[in-house]
């Protein structure tokens, strides 16, 4: 007997951004490696790779996460 169940069907209201598909689906669809969600929303779901970009450029360029000294260049 397996100690944690598949979920195969999203709850109502679950909505997820299918990468392999590039499509907004209700519940998971497709497998989690393929995915970004669950937003609260079908329009947040499609703005989920807006949203991606914003945030990859939020954290480049944000100093707490750089870990090379100051004054050292990349090669």
Request: charged share 40%; proline share 7%.
């Amino acid at each position: 007997m397996a100690l944690f169940k598949k979920r195969t069907v999203g709850k109502p209201g679950e909505w997820y951004y299918c990468l392999e598909h590039k499509k907004v689906e209700e519940g998971p669809e497709c497998p989690a490696k393929d995915r970004f969600g669950p937003y609260t929303s079908r329009q947040e779901a499609e703005h989920a790779m807006e949203t991606a970009r914003e945030r990859n450029l939020q954290w480049e360029n944000d100093p707490k996460w750089h870990d090379a000294a100051k004054g050292a260049e990349d090669d």
